[in-house]
């Protein structure tokens, strides 16, 4: 099994940035690929990128420019920069594993963890 646990959601204004971490624990061994998803009310849950443990990075169209995936494998942590905050933003942010490195860009990760919120003030 793996956990995941989220941090660094707040309320923030239009135009700030944030930092999400997501600290990995269990079977990390297993694991070859982490991504962000989020969720606003009312809407789908979208991919924000996906990271290998190898390093590798991929962006949805609509997320390249203002969201940045890295990871430090020593701290068993992903991270998420969010520069330019804007209102749209505003979401539920979810970090999940998989053991796969294809298709980073789907959601077909096995583990998830619980969210951290996101909201962006006009």
């Known amino acids: 099994q793996v956990q995941l646990v989220e941090s660094g959601g707040a309320l923030v204004q239009a135009g700030g940035s944030l930092r999400l971490s997501c600290l990995v624990s269990?079977?990390?061994?297993?694991?070859?690929?982490l991504g962000w998803h989020r969720q606003a009310p009312g809407n789908q849950r979208e991919v924000v990128a996906g990271?290998?443990?190898?390093?590798?990075?991929t962006y949805p169209d609509s997320m390249k420019g203002r969201f940045t995936i890295s990871r430090d494998n020593a701290k068993n942590t992903v991270y998420l920069q969010i520069d330019n905050l804007k209102p749209e933003d505003t979401a539920v942010y979810y970090c999940?594993?998989?053991?796969?490195?294809?298709?980073?860009?789907?959601?077909?990760?096995?583990?998830w963890g619980q969210g951290t919120q996101v909201t962006v003030s006009s």
């Open positions: 999940a594993a998989k053991k796969s490195t294809r298709f980073l860009l789907g959601s077909s990760y096995e583990y």
């Open positions: 269990g079977d990390i061994f297993s694991i070859n690929a």
């Open positions: 990271i290998t443990t190898g390093g590798r990075v």
